[in-house]
Nanobody, 121 residues
């Protein structure tokens, strides 16, 4: 199994910035993509950004130009970041880290514990 630990949420005023981090450990060679999702109160969890093992990146339209996803890899860990600039109250949500794993023909998803991001107007 892959273990994910998130950090970096908090309270910020509109227009401000935050950076989220997610460190994956254990069996990281099987991780073929990592993503950030978010869930606002009363809404479904939605994809924010994805970065694949070969470096392909995709963003939700609502965050393009404001958020940047990146990752660093060591021998035993992968740390994924989400730099969030020009934050808006609509970005308020719990942000979850996701690791997508493929072993042979089997796919699995692992989730971090979630971190709260609150943007005040």
């Amino acid at each position: 199994q892959v273990q994910l630990v998130e950090s970096g949420g908090g309270l910020v005023q509109a227009g401000g910035s935050l950076r989220l981090s997610c460190t994956a450990s254990r069996n990281i060679n099987s991780v073929n993509a990592m993503s950030w999702y978010r869930q606002a109160p009363g809404k479904e969890r939605g994809l924010v950004a994805t970065i694949t093992s070969d470096g392909n990146i995709n963003y939700a339209n609502s965050v393009k130009g404001r958020f940047t996803i990146s990752r660093d890899r060591t021998k035993n860990t992968i740390t994924m970041y989400l730099q969030m600039n020009s934050l808006e109250p609509e970005d308020t949500a719990v942000y979850y880290c996701n690791a997508h794993v493929r072993v042979d023909i089997y796919d699995s998803d692992y989730w971090g514990q979630g971190t709260q991001v609150t943007v005040s107007s």
